[in-house]
């Protein structure tokens, strides 16, 4: 009796486990760069680069070869959305706008 007790519960364990719902992403789970102390420079060559990144491209070549902060940003914005194509292009790129303003 203990026994089959303890069948029903393993099952009713299991069962209950397939049927949570996965979590949806939120905004809080999309990965953003911190850009918190960065330069203008940097930021702006981020964002360049992530919209590079997913199809759009975007560089001012002037600043790419002339300023190293720029140069930088660039690639490191393009190397992180490449990196993450799954998350939401515009919070990307809205976060990295909203950082260049700060």
Do not use: E
Not at 80 to 102: I, P
């Amino acid at each position: 009796m203990i026994r089959r007790g303890l069948i029903i519960s393993a099952t009713l364990l299991l069962l209950a486990g397939c049927m949570t719902k996965a979590p949806t992403p939120s905004q809080s789970t999309i990965p953003t760069m911190d850009m918190s102390k960065k330069s203008d420079a940097f930021k702006k060559g981020a964002k360049d680069g992530c919209n590079t990144a997913h199809g759009n491209y975007s560089k001012d070549s002037k600043l790419f070869k002339s300023n190293k902060d720029y140069h930088d940003g660039w690639f490191a914005g393009r190397s992180f959305c490449q990196q993450h194509q799954d998350a939401d292009l515009n919070q990307s790129v809205t976060k990295l706008s909203t950082d260049t303003k700060k």
